[in-house]
């Protein structure tokens, strides 16, 4: 099986092209497993709320704790982000056709998040769809190796990976 990888430039696009591909997937009738982003922006000027909502029908899960305006830390709520693995992790064992993983972030690049999920998902021939930011290519490419593949940040170049996949056509 392979990753799918996609890297969107603008702040929120790779979350925002992942969610419509989600909801043009799941309308087309594929099982699907793992989390979409959703970000609100705060109405204090400190940044957004992030919620996840697990794949297929939720719940949303807020993985971001609010620091203050003019706080610098990291704002992920590292429990939070191990309940949403923890969820994901029961819906895959109802079988998936697909994971979507929202991002390979810091967490994934140091060995925790999603990082065991995807190697489960790869060693049952689950195919994965997983943002990268450039900041974590490097970790991203030296986990994935072969299997890593990278697709254009267009909803219907994903859609076409993932049907794909599913067919068995894919690269």
């Given at each position: 099986?392979?990753?799918?990888?996609?890297?969107?430039?603008?702040?929120?696009?790779g979350d925002?092209?992942?969610?419509?591909?989600?909801e043009?997937?799941g309308a087309?009738?594929?099982?699907?497993?793992?989390v979409?982003q959703?970000?609100?922006d705060?109405?204090?000027?400190?940044g957004?709320d992030?919620?996840?909502?697990?794949?297929?029908?939720?719940?949303?899960?807020?993985?971001?704790q609010?620091?203050?305006?003019?706080?610098?830390?990291?704002?992920?709520?590292?429990?939070?982000?191990?309940?949403?693995?923890?969820?994901?992790?029961?819906?895959?064992?109802?079988g998936?056709?697909?994971?979507m993983v929202?991002?390979?972030?810091?967490?994934?690049?140091e060995?925790?998040?999603?990082?065991?999920?995807?190697?489960?998902a790869?060693a049952?021939?689950v195919?994965?769809i997983?943002?990268?930011?450039?900041k974590n290519?490097?970790?991203?490419?030296?986990?994935?190796?072969?299997f890593?593949?990278?697709?254009p940040?267009?909803?219907?170049?994903l859609?076409?990976?993932?049907?794909?996949?599913?067919?068995g056509t894919?690269?």
């Amino acid at each position: 099986m392979r990753i799918g990888y996609v890297t969107a430039e603008g702040r929120g696009d790779g979350d925002r092209l992942l969610c419509a591909l989600a909801e043009r997937l799941g309308a087309q009738g594929l099982r699907l497993a793992g989390v979409v982003q959703h970000n609100t922006d705060r109405a204090d000027d400190s940044g957004c709320d992030m919620d996840v909502r697990v794949l297929p029908d939720g719940p949303l899960v807020r993985i971001s704790q609010s620091l203050g305006a003019g706080s610098s830390g990291c704002r992920l709520d590292a429990g939070a982000l191990e309940q949403a693995v923890g969820l994901v992790g029961a819906s895959m064992a109802a079988g998936a056709d697909l994971l979507m993983v929202n991002k390979f972030g810091k967490h994934e690049a140091e060995g925790r998040g999603f990082r065991a999920l995807i190697g489960d998902a790869l060693a049952a021939e689950v195919p994965v769809i997983v943002g990268v930011a450039e900041k974590n290519m490097p970790a991203f490419l030296e986990f994935a190796g072969e299997f890593a593949e990278p697709v254009p940040a267009e909803t219907a170049a994903l859609e076409a990976w993932a049907l794909g996949m599913r067919a068995g056509t894919a690269a």
